[in-house]
C-alpha cells in the first residue's frame, strides 16, 4: 500500500513561456480567489454583525464596519437569550444537538464499517441485492420517511426525545456509511483476507486486526460526513422535537419565528454562527484526509 | 511430513467446469509443481488444497485425513502468496506471528520461532519494518517466513516469483530450492512458468483447460510429454512439430514441395500411410558442421534447413527456418551459427524426436 518513491508534483502552470506562465496564474489565482471572497463574504459580515451594537446595525443596516466592538452579545446567546420561551440561551440546544450528534455519528459508522466489511469480503448469495436496498436509502428523500418514522418513534415511545433522534439519524446514516466503506474496503486485497484465514484469524479478528487498522481514511470520511449531515439536519429535528429537546438547527430558527418584540441581531448573529462551529471544526480538524478518503483509489 | 491426495476432484462456478477429474497425490516432502497457461485452473486447485474455495466433487485428502469441509486454518497449511499478502500495518515481526497469536501459541515460543525462521532467511534486520518499507525480494522473504513459523504439514505457493524482476527471479528460485532441501516440507507450487517447474519440482502437473495433461518427473515430462499441448508447454524455444506421412514402411516424408524422407524412429509402430506430426525440440538439432552426432555417438539423421532469421542469445543462437517448407525453430552454439538467408546442412537427434497423432495429438 505505501509507496516509497518521492513523486514530484506535475505544474501545468510552469510550462511554456514566460509571458503564458504570468497570464495563467494571474487567470488561475483571480478565479479562485474571486469564488473564495464569494464563499467567504456571508460569513465575515455575519460575524462582524455579532460584534456591533444593536442600534448601530437597525442605523447604518446589516453591511457596515463596526463602529465599536464588544463580545458581549456572545456570552448573551450562551447563555441568557431568550428562545421560544425560555431564557438560557442557546446552550442547552447545542448541548441537545451534541446528544444527538456524537452517538448517532458513532453508531452509524460503526455499523456502516461492519456492513461494508461483508458485504465487500464476505460475499454471499444475494449480497448485491442487500447493498443495493441498502443504498436506496441515499437516494430516498427525507420527506418521505416523515411519516413512517413518526409512527415508529410513536410506537417506541421516543417521540420528542433525543433518542428518538439518535434512532433516526443512525438508520438514515447507515445507507451513507456502508456505501463509503463497502467501496473503500473493495480496494482491500482479498489475499489478506485469504492469508488471515489460513493464519487462523476468524471473521472478528480479521475485521478488528486487518481491515480497522487500514480504515482511519475512510473513518475519517464518514465521521466528517456523518457529523456534519446530522449536526446540520433540520427537518426530523423540528418535526419531531419541540421545545428544551430541540437541536441547536431546530432552536435558532424560533428567532424569524417569534416575531413579537425587536429582533437583536447581534445576538442571533453569534448563535448561528456557534450553531456553525462544531461542523467547521470537524472539518478543520480531518478536512485533509476528507478530500484525500474521498477521491482514494478513483486515480491509482 | 505429510502426504496430499486428490481423488477425483471437479470444480464448476455455475455452468462452468474449471477443473475436470484431476486426480494427483504427493509422497511426504515432495516438490510437486501446477503448471499451465493461464486460465488452465491451477489457481483454483491450490486453492481448493488451501480450503479458499469449495469442492464441487471429488475428495482432497491430507495424510490421509479427508479435509474437504475443512476450514483453512485446520489444515495445518501456509500459503505464499503473488501479491504476498503482508498485513501492511503490521511490522514484519507481528507479520511473522500473527498465525501463532491466532492459534494461542506462548509468547516466548513466537519469539523463539521467529529468531529461528529470521535467521534461517536473513531477516533479522527487517523484523521492526512495515512491509511499505521493504523492497520486492525482501517481501518475498517475509512472506516465505510467514509460511515457515507455524512449521505447517505443506507448503502452498501461488506463483511467489511472478512479481519479481528477472535477476531476482532466479536468486529467489534458487533460494526457494535451498529452502525445500533444508526443511523437506511437501510443497504445492503454482506457476506458469516452466523453467521454474522444471527447476523445482521432483514432480510436475501440467493442466490446461481444467484437464490435468501429464504427471511426471520434470526428465520424463520433458523428454517423452504425453501430448503435443505438453510438448508445446514445456521447453523454450517450444518444440518444432513438422507434418509428415509414414511411406514405404520404416520412412517418413515430411509433407511440403521438397518431400523430405527421413528414416522413422526406431521402436516407433505407426502403419504405412498415417499421417503422423514429427516432434523435434530446437536443441535437437545441430550443424552438420559441428559433428555433434559422432563426438557423442548418437543415433542422427542430416536434414537441409532454409535459414531466414538469427536471434543471437548470446549463450545460443536461435534460428528461424524451414525444413521442406515448414517452419522450424532451432538453437545452435553462437560459433557454430550459418548467416542468413541459406540453406545450411543439420542433423537431427533421432533418439530424442517424439511422433504424435495429428487428430487426438497423443504420443505415439
Redesign the interface.
Known amino acids: ?4 518513491t518521492q513523486r514530484t508534483e506535475f505544474d501545468p502552470l510552469a510550462t511554456g513561456g514566460k509571458g503564458r506562465q504570468r497570464r495563467a496564474r494571474l487567470t488561475v489565482y483571480g478565479l479562485l480567489g474571486l469564488f473564495a471572497a464569494i464563499y467567504l463574504m456571508p460569513a465575515v459580515i455575519i460575524f462582524l454583525n455579532t460584534l456591533r451594537p444593536l442600534e448601530e446595525i437597525v442605523r447604518q443596516g446589516f453591511i457596515s464596519w463596526p463602529g465599536s466592538m464588544s463580545l458581549h452579545h456572545w456570552s448573551e446567546a450562551w447563555s441568557s437569550f431568550c428562545i421560544g420561551g425560555t431564557c438560557e440561551g442557546v446552550s442547552r440546544y447545542f448541548t441537545n444537538s451534541l446528544l444527538m450528534a456524537v452517538p448517532a455519528t458513532a453508531l452509524s459508522t460503526a455499523l456502516g464499517l461492519v456492513n461494508g466489511y461483508v458485504l465487500s469480503k464476505w460475499r454471499f448469495r444475494g449480497d448485491a441485492w442487500v447493498f443495493g436496498v441498502i443504498t436506496l436509502g441515499v437516494f430516498l428523500p427525507a420527506q418521505m420517511t416523515l411519516l413512517p418514522w413518526a409512527f415508529v418513534l410513536g410506537k417506541l415511545g421516543l417521540s420528542n426525545t433525543i433518542s428518538g433522534l439518535v434512532l433516526v439519524h443512525t438508520v438514515q446514516g447507515v445507507s451513507f456509511t456502508t456505501l463509503f466503506c463497502r467501496n473503500y474496503f473493495l480496494n482491500v ?1 482479498d ?2 483476507i ?8 476468524g471473521f472478528w ?1 480479521i475485521f478488528r ?2 481491515i480497522l ?2 480504515s482511519p481514511p475512510i473513518l475519517i470520511v464518514t465521521v466528517i460526513w456523518q457529523f456534519t449531515g446530522i449536526w446540520n439536519e433540520f427537518l426530523f429535528g423540528t418535526v419531531f422535537t419541540s421545545g428544551a429537546n430541540q437541536p441547536i438547527t431546530s432552536a435558532i430558527v424560533a428567532f424569524s419565528g417569534s416575531g413579537t418584540g425587536e429582533r437583536h441581531y447581534n445576538v442571533e448573529a453569534a448563535s448561528v454562527i456557534m450553531a456553525a462551529l462544531p461542523p467547521l471544526f470537524i472539518y478543520l480538524v480531518g478536512g485533509k484526509y476528507f478530500v484525500r478518503g474521498l477521491t482514494q483509489g478513483a486515480v491509482k | 511430513m505429510s502426504t496430499l491426495e486428490i481423488n477425483d476432484l471437479r470444480k464448476s462456478f455455475g455452468a462452468v467446469e474449471v477443473l475436470k477429474n484431476i486426480n494427483l497425490s504427493a509422497r511426504s516432502g515432495e516438490f510437486v509443481a501446477l503448471v499451465g497457461p493461464s486460465g488452465c485452473g491451477k489457481s483454483t486447485l491450490l486453492s481448493m488444497i488451501a480450503g479458499l474455495e469449495s469442492v464441487s466433487s471429488g475428495e482432497i485428502r491430507i495424510d490421509g485425513h479427508l479435509v474437504n469441509d475443512e476450514a483453512p486454518k485446520d489444515r495445518d497449511i501456509a500459503m505464499v502468496f503473488q501479491s504476498y499478502a503482508l498485513y501492511p500495518t503490521m511490522s514484519v515481526r507481528q507479520n511473522m506471528t500473527f498465525g501463532m497469536e491466532c492459534r494461542g501459541i506462548a509468547k516466548s515460543e513466537q519469539e523463539r520461532e521467529i529468531q529461528r525462521v529470521a535467521t534461517m532467511l536473513q531477516i533479522t534486520p527487517l523484523l521492526d519494518r512495515k512491509p511499505g518499507q521493504l523492497s520486492g525480494g525482501q517481501r518475498q522473504r517475509v512472506a516465505m517466513g510467514r509460511a515457515l513459523v507455524r512449521d505447517p504439514k505443506m507448503f502452498l505457493f501461488d506463483e511467489p516469483l511472478s512479481n519479481l524482476d528477472a535477476k531476482l527471479r532466479i536468486e529467489m528460485r534458487s533460494e526457494i530450492k535451498k529452502l525445500h532441501q533444508n526443511v523437506g516440507k511437501t510443497t504445492i507450487y503454482v506457476t506458469h512458468d516452466q523453467i521454474e517447474a522444471m527447476t523445482l519440482a521432483t514432480r510436475i502437473a501440467v493442466m490446461n483447460k481444467g484437464v490435468l495433461q501429464q504427471y511426471d518427473t520434470p526428465d520424463e515430462i520433458y523428454r517423452r510429454p504425453a501430448n503435443m499441448f505438453v510438448a508445446g508447454f514445456m521447453g523454450s524455444p517450444t518444440m518444432n512439430f513438422l507434418n509428415a506421412t509414414v511411406v514405404q514402411g520404416r520412412m517418413l516424408r515430411l509433407e511440403g514441395a521438397e518431400g523430405v524422407l527421413l528414416p522413422l524412429p526406431e521402436n516407433a509402430e505407426v502403419a504405412d500411410g498415417r499421417s503422423v506430426v514429427l516432434g523435434v525440440r530446437p536443441e535437437h538439432f545441430s550443424p552438420l558442421v559441428a559433428r555433434r552426432s559422432v563426438r557423442k555417438g548418437l543415433k542422427s539423421v542430416p536434414i537441409r534447413a532454409f535459414i531466414e532469421m538469427l536471434e543471437p542469445t548470446g549463450a545460443e543462437t536461435i534460428l528461424m527456418g524451414r525444413v521442406a517448407g515448414q517452419q522450424v525453430v532451432l538453437t545452435c552454439e553462437p560459433d557454430e551459427a550459418p548467416t542468413e538467408n541459406v540453406e545450411a546442412e543439420f542433423e537431427i537427434d533421432m533418439d530424442r524426436v517424439c511422433l504424435f497423432d495429428p487428430d487426438t495429438q497423443v504420443r505415439l
Open positions: 500500500m505505501a509507496d516509497m486485497p489475499d489478506l485469504k492469508a488471515a484465514r489460513i493464519d487462523g484469524a479478528r486486526r486487518i487498522p487500514l
